[in-house]
């Protein structure tokens, strides 16, 4: 029996399959629209990055539910600006609470966003990063509001189109792209699926996570090349795996520990 046989037909034979490929496809296309449309924005929050670093101010980056996983991969980074620190919201972090559908409930639930920020270290002239794809609900619109109020600049990550074509769920029927600073259209479908196949019943194939990981990734990259041409040498993490990583990032905790909240 050859390595493509099915021996009975009831296997595809290998390589038949195209949804990997029209994965690959639509994330690609994605990232080049998103790289070449939204240059101008991610120029200007890498600006107020590297203004804030340079003033002795902190960074902070929020997400919810899956948004989560987008802040928490700019926090503690091999590579990454040591400064950025995760705002975490109890219970609305990744998806390790149960049952999961808890998260989603506490991101409608009004005075959380306030609660954190107000315990929080941040204070005015910091930068705070809002992660949310459809920016429609109570927890990240109220977490940008409170953020301004209280001084900081927010710069908001998130998918313009779901204000054309859902309904915001917070009392001022806003979305957070309306209360920022600074927004970076991650130019995700509502819904957040690139493909369809017969037999398959739902879209599938969520794109929002690679593109919003390489849209802060670049954010933060442009940042520290900014930080660089002003001749202010950025505080970068290295990796731990390398020979003299740990020292490295030592020094870096040593000289802004008052900037670092998540080793304490």
Same mark, same amino acid.
């Given at each position: ?5 099915? @021996? ?11 949804? %990997?490929? #029209? ?7 994605? &990232? ?9 924005? !991610?120029? /200007?929050?890498?600006? /107020? ?9 902190? $960074?902070?980056?929020?997400? *919810?539910?899956?948004?989560? $996983? %987008?802040? #928490? ?30 998260? +989603? *409930? $506490? ?5 959380? =966003?306030?609660?954190? &920020?107000?315990? +929080? ?67 995700? =479908?509502?819904?957040? %699926?690139?493909?369809?196949?017969? @037999? ?16 802060? #990734?670049?954010?933060?990259?442009? %940042?520290?090349?900014? $930080? ?10 290295? +990796? @731990? ?15 802004? @520990?008052?900037? !670092?909240?998540?080793?304490?």
């Amino acid at each position: 029996m050859s390595p493509t046989s099915d @021996g009975g037909g009831t296997h595809a034979a290998h390589g038949e399959n195209k949804s %990997a490929g #029209q994965y690959f496809d639509a994330a690609i296309g994605l &990232l080049e629209r998103v790289r070449d449309e939204e240059r101008d924005a !991610i120029a /200007a929050a890498a600006t /107020a990055i590297a203004d804030t670093v340079e003033s002795g101010g902190r $960074l902070f980056a929020f997400g *919810a539910g899956h948004s989560s $996983l %987008a802040a #928490q991969d700019v926090v503690y980074r091999a590579g990454g600006l040591a400064l950025m620190n995760l705002l975490a919201v109890p219970g609305v972090v990744g998806v390790d609470i149960m049952p999961a559908t808890l998260g +989603s *409930a $506490l991101e409608r639930v009004d005075g959380l =966003a306030a609660a954190v &920020l107000d315990t +929080s270290p941040a204070k005015p002239g910091d930068v705070l990063v809002i992660i949310s794809l459809s920016g429609r609900n109570a927890l990240p619109v109220e977490m940008a509001l409170h953020a301004r109020a209280l001084g900081l600049k927010v710069i908001g990550v998130t998918s313009v189109v779901y204000a054309t074509e859902t309904r915001s769920r917070h009392v001022s029927g806003t979305f957070l792209k309306d209360h920022c600073d600074i927004v970076l259209d991650s130019k995700i =479908a509502v819904g957040d %699926a690139e493909l369809t196949a017969d @037999g398959v019943a739902a879209p599938f194939g969520p794109a929002s996570g690679v593109v919003t990981n390489a849209l802060l #990734q670049a954010t933060m990259a442009a %940042a520290a090349g900014e $930080l660089a041409s002003r001749g202010f040498d950025p505080p970068m993490l290295r +990796s @731990g795996n390398v020979d003299g990583g740990h020292e490295w990032n030592g020094r870096v905790f040593e000289e802004y @520990g008052d900037r !670092i909240f998540y080793r304490r």
